[in-house]
């Protein structure tokens, strides 16, 4: 039994969920043919989730950790995957870790009611960052999790069944996605967000589980070579099968933005004409812009109405959505 998560737990949680992602990136990035067929959804929440651990983060690792607190780990790691989150999928990633840590905001360590309450809230906020939600998509494979959590925390479970049972609803919703998503369903893949997200859970629960130190730790989940080749093989099949490989909205926006009394819901409705993909992550005092736009002067007007801009970054993602179409599963 695992009744609660200390800060050196949260620690190992984290490099598992890590180390499963690093290990299957190519997979993800080879199925991301939602919003955009441009293959980064795989290395934009690995970039997250590293930003989380990383010097701006939680920055520590297992059995080295001088926090003592889960709580205050959690805001660390919250903090820094909101300013080192990358692309639609990376920011969704982001408010997921801003949801626990809200949760555990406070506690010394997290009981399996506190861990499933944070998966809840990880989903709930997720879909308020989200402009136009849709299902199909990780939102709904984190909402099903949760419920799951949520639903084993209730009969008692400890952290580690709290965990497994979401992980295990997670993939179930991943199978569902297609029937969904008309996208995914043309394309036969499930979501590549949701995909990565399967395995992150999948990655901490093995580390809670064994409890090693990340040197030591982090084997790869079984995944057959011929079953992931077939998946790139059908993505690619329909990119290349598309008449029109233009993107309506060519243009990616992202930065930050700071300034007091932030108002997020009327940034978002005035952002929302602007293109798609909008993600507006943060609080009233700072928040993280995602967006992807053919009118970026305009766009970025906007933001500068709002607030402070900083860390802006403008991406043309023409050429990279060609070099997917050419290689979707990220061959040398």
């Known amino acids: 039994m695992i009744d609660t998560l200390t800060a050196d737990d949260l620690r190992v949680i984290g490099s598992g969920a890590v180390r499963s992602l690093e290990r299957h990136r190519r997979q993800v990035d080879a199925l991301n043919v939602f919003p955009v067929p441009d293959g980064d959804t795989g290395g934009n929440m690995l970039g997250t989730l590293r930003a989380a651990c990383g010097p701006e983060g939680a920055n520590e690792e297992p059995g080295r950790g001088t926090e003592p607190s889960a709580g205050a780990l959690l805001q660390k790691a919250s903090m820094g995957a909101l300013m080192g989150a990358r692309g639609n999928s990376g920011l969704i990633l982001a408010q997921m870790l801003r949801g626990i840590a809200k949760a555990a905001r406070g506690l010394e360590v997290l009981s399996a009611a506190v861990f499933a309450e944070g998966l809840a809230l990880a989903s709930e906020l ?13 939102l709904t494979v984190a909402r099903e999790a949760a419920a799951s959590g949520r639903a084993a925390a209730a009969r008692g479970a400890d952290v580690l069944g709290v965990l497994d049972a979401a992980r295990r609803a997670a993939r179930e919703a991943l199978a569902r996605t297609p029937d969904l998503l008309p996208v995914l369903k043309e394309a036969g893949v499930v979501d590549a967000a949701g995909l ?4 992150m859970l999948d990655g901490a629960a093995q ?3 064994h409890r090693r130190l990340a040197l030591k730790v982090g084997r790869e989940l079984a995944q057959r070579a011929a079953s992931r080749q077939a998946l790139a093989v059908q993505a690619q099949a329909h990119i290349e099968g598309q008449s029109d490989f233009d993107l309506r909205y060519p243009i990616e926006v992202q930065l930050v933005l700071t300034g007091p009394g932030l108002d997020l819901e009327r940034l978002r409705a005035e952002l929302l004409p602007m293109g798609d993909s909008l993600v507006v992550a943060g609080d009233e005092t700072q928040a993280k812009v995602h967006i992807h736009t053919d ?3 305009e766009t970025l007007a906007i933001l500068q109405r709002f607030g402070q801009t900083d860390h802006v970054e403008v991406t043309d993602m023409r050429p990279q959505a ?3 179409r050419r290689n979707p599963a990220g061959e040398p």
């Open 295 to 297: 009118r970026p002067d």
């Open 126 to 138: 997720s879909y308020r960052a989200v402009a136009e939600p849709k299902e199909g998509t990780i």
């Open 322 to 324: 060609e070099a997917f």
């Open 207 to 209: 580390f809670l589980r």
């Open 196 to 199: 990565a997200l399967c395995h």
